[in-house]
């Protein structure tokens, strides 16, 4: 019980310290809060070359880290042979095929026999896509995906990731609304909170499919499975905890410096916590050396963020600026809202995906502790032989 409490009460600073600091920055909330979905109220600061300097570092960081796992340390993978087995595709990917085509080519075309639809295509696209990766998976793994022997665990993503993605848009308010939907009077008050509820629970399951995905790929997945082992002490637990919550309550009063702590104030208090309290996370493997659920979930969000953004951006491109899609954002980035490569999202934006997919599983981990149910979406079968937990 006291493992739950420190966990709420960890929950609980996430959403009141925003609003401290933004209450002492802005003598009330922020302009915009309240407003669902999101839309902007306050310009942001310009392009700051100093700014967008030092997050090009930070990212070309990562991405040699990445790339170049074994200068830092990481040993090469050996090789081994797995058994392969034949396994078709299953029947919910071929009955997501055609759903998925149909919903990209309205979102896209707006096909006159369709009109009135095209704001309604967001979630069967989206739910015919993760069928059809979960698919892949199914071939790819022996006959073994989620879908096949964990539907329950998708049903449990879905509802998770509905909430999980509404405290993202809170936070959202914080940082003077980096994302926000100009279509937001399409659908009624009610429509809305309907629908984008229904449209959040497709995030996290999309994310876990990518990331089973990977997995079934044996030098991707073992690429960073014999790094350094990095073992934090309960001081650096504790450092890390605190440094989560200052910068959690300097969001707020500082909204454009500090817009991308919504990516990572998660990850330092919440992983922070568990592991003061002995419970799993995606950074408890690198004890032993193991990076690769940390890092495969990041690559795996980012490749999952190819296709939001590819799917967002044509939607008002294919439809002269004026999409009928209640689900189409845009960005606001403060500082750093340069060089877009066919998305609405800046190219060093992409970057921040890696850090969001961390948070999900934090996210998802936070509610399983909490309500007590089985987080575990690993597959294990005879070809993907994962290590236990």
Known sequence: MKKISILLITLAFIFILPLIGSL???????????????????????FNLTYFIAASCVAAFILIFLLFPRLFGFQKPAKRKEPREKAGFPIWFWAALPVLIICWAIMWTRVSI???????????????????????????????????????????????????????????????????????????????????????TTVLPAIVEWYLLLKTFPALRDRYSNGPRLKLSKPWLIFFYIVGLILSLA?????????????????????????????????????????????LIAIATVANGFFWELWNFGSEWFNKGIPLNPNFWKYSVPYLDKFHI????????????????VNCWILWLTAAYIFKFDPNFELTGRQDKVRER
């Open 24 to 46: 002492a920055k802005w003598g009330a909330p922020p302009p915009g809060y309240g407003i669902f979905p999101v839309l902007t109220e306050v310009p942001d600061p310009p």
């Open 114 to 200: 369709f009109w009135g639809f095209e704001k309604y295509t967001f979630v069967p696209l989206w739910w015919a896509f993760i069928c059809i990766l979960d698919g892949i998976v199914y071939k790819r793994n022996n006959g073994i995906s989620l879908l096949s022997t964990k539907l329950y665990m998708v049903q449990l993503l879905a509802v998770v990731s509905c909430y999980s993605w509404f405290a993202f848009e809170y936070l959202n308010y914080f940082v003077m609304e980096n994302w926000y939907y100009p279509n937001n009077e399409i659908l009624t008050n009610f429509g809305n909170i309907f629908w984008f509820s229904l449209s959040y």
């Open 251 to 295: 969001m707020g009063y500082y909204p454009f410096e500090l817009f991308w702590v919504l990516w990572i104030a998660l990850v330092p208090m919440l992983s922070a916590a568990m592991g003061l309290m002995k419970m799993w996370t995606p950074f408890t493997p690198i004890r032993e050396g193991n990076w690769s659920p940390m890092l």
């Open 342 to 357: 066919f998305s609405e999202m800046p190219i060093l934006g992409y970057f921040g995906y890696l850090f969001f997919g």
